[in-house]
């Protein structure tokens, strides 16, 4: 019974820990608060708040998130508009490079003469 007892109080931590974890919060932090509480710490991490900002910063870190040049808000790296001042944004560091078309000097000199003709 005693083993049972135990078993249930770490997987309360493990369960807090990782709920944590997802909201951006210390995941060891609260898998020993989950452990000491039980079932209590584990309904503290699941009622405790979103550290948006962590989440986000980790987002950023993994590359699905990137910061807006204007007002620095983490917007989604897919994003061509802020959703936070609505500026667009121009740089798509993910995306394959543009071609630039090159301009043939040849051609241009032929357009020239064709165009301008000869005096
Ligand atoms: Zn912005």
């Known amino acids: 019974m005693e083993i049972f007892l135990i078993f249930t109080w770490f997987f309360c931590g493990v369960i807090s820990g990782v709920v944590a974890s997802n909201k951006g919060r210390s995941g060891f932090g609260w898998f020993i608060l989950g452990f ?3 079932p209590l710490g584990l ?6 708040s979103k550290d948006q900002e962590a989440v986000e910063q980790s987002a950023f870190q993994r ?4 910061k807006c040049p204007y007002c620095a808000e983490f917007i989604k790296t897919e994003a061509i508009k802020c959703r936070f001042c609505g500026a667009d944004i121009l ?6 490079p543009v071609s630039v078309p090159v301009k043939n000097k040849d051609q241009d000199d032929e357009w020239y003469e064709r165009n301008m003709g000869n005096k």
């Open 63 to 66: 590359g699905s998130m990137k």
């Open 36 to 38: 000491l509480f039980g």
């Open 43 to 48: 309904i503290l991490a699941l009622v405790v």
């Open 91 to 96: 740089d798509f560091p993910h995306s394959s």
